[in-house]
Structure formats: structure tokens, C-alpha cells
């Protein structure tokens, strides 16, 4: 296996508030959604830097599609994987947490210094994952 991701997944409670969260208050493209003709298909796609595609998938479907048990644990679920963002300065972490905020985000960590010489803090989005917004100093960050 190749040491490459093409599609990160967040499992949603309601897709719709997922999508405007991301399209509308991050700014992240997406052709919206798709698939609803399908049971348990509806899903949308954002393309994101370096080929990447983020997706939204209620999380129902995750489970059918997976064969598993619907988790039902907010709290654990959101310290089960973090998402980092990664900007070119200390003011930047400051206006994508305020950006994050003021799209409905959840701050849940306010910016400030790192043990290891960086800035980052941290919110949560309306599904409660957790992104870190981080700015490290030894890490250039592409444009």
C-alpha cells in the first residue's frame, strides 16, 4: 500500500448543516450534493489542496455501508481523529479560528503557543470534529 489519502470522510448528522458549514462558512468548493436517489448515497465532495477530496456521509450510511453499529458516543468520537490545518503565521491560526467561529464552529482550544515553539488552537464543527489550526515555524506552508 502507498502511503497516500484521496478521500477523508466525516460521518454527519445532518448532511445539509454539514455542507452549508464547510461551502458557506469555510469557503471550501463543492458541486453540492449528490447521490440522493440512492439509499444511504447522498453525499457531497469538496476538493481540497494537493488532490485531496474531503467528503460528508451521514453517518448512517457510514454505518450501513460498513456493516457496523451506528456510534452513538459524541464525546469519544470527537478525540478519535483530529484534522489539521496547517497556515503560514500566527495571525492566520487567529482569523480561521474567528472564521470558523463566526461559520458556527465550536472553539473549543483558543489560539496560543505551542510547548514545541508553534501557535495553534482548536474548534469543533457542527458535527463535533475536532480541527487543529496551527502555525509551525520549522513546516513551510504551500500558497
Known amino acids: 500500500m502507498q502511503p ?7 460521518g ?4 445539509e448543516r454539514a455542507v452549508a458549514f464547510y461551502r458557506d462558512g469555510l469557503g471550501f ?3 453540492g450534493i449528490v447521490g440522493r436517489e440512492f439509499e444511504h448515497g447522498a453525499v457531497a465532495f469538496f476538493q481540497l489542496a494537493g ?5 460528508l456521509w451521514p ?9 457496523l453499529p451506528l456510534a452513538t458516543d459524541a464525546e469519544a468520537r470527537a478525540t478519535e481523529c ?4 496547517n497556515v503560514g503565521s500566527r495571525d492566520a491560526v487567529d482569523r480561521v479560528l474567528a472564521q470558523a467561529r463566526a461559520a458556527g464552529a465550536r472553539v473549543v482550544k483558543p489560539a496560543g503557543d505551542t510547548f514545541w515553539g508553534g501557535y495553534a488552537g482548536y474548534f469543533q464543527d457542527p458535527d463535533g470534529h475536532l480541527w487543529e489550526v496551527v502555525w509551525n515555524p520549522a513546516w513551510p506552508t504551500p500558497a
Open 82 to 85: 483530529t484534522l489539521g490545518h
Open 59 to 67: 453517518r448512517a450510511s457510514i454505518a450501513h455501508d460498513a456493516g
Open 29 to 31: 468548493p463543492t458541486e
Open 12 to 15: 454527519v448528522d445532518d448532511l
Open 51 to 55: 488532490g485531496l477530496r474531503l467528503a
Open 4 to 10: 497516500r489519502l484521496t478521500v477523508l470522510t466525516l
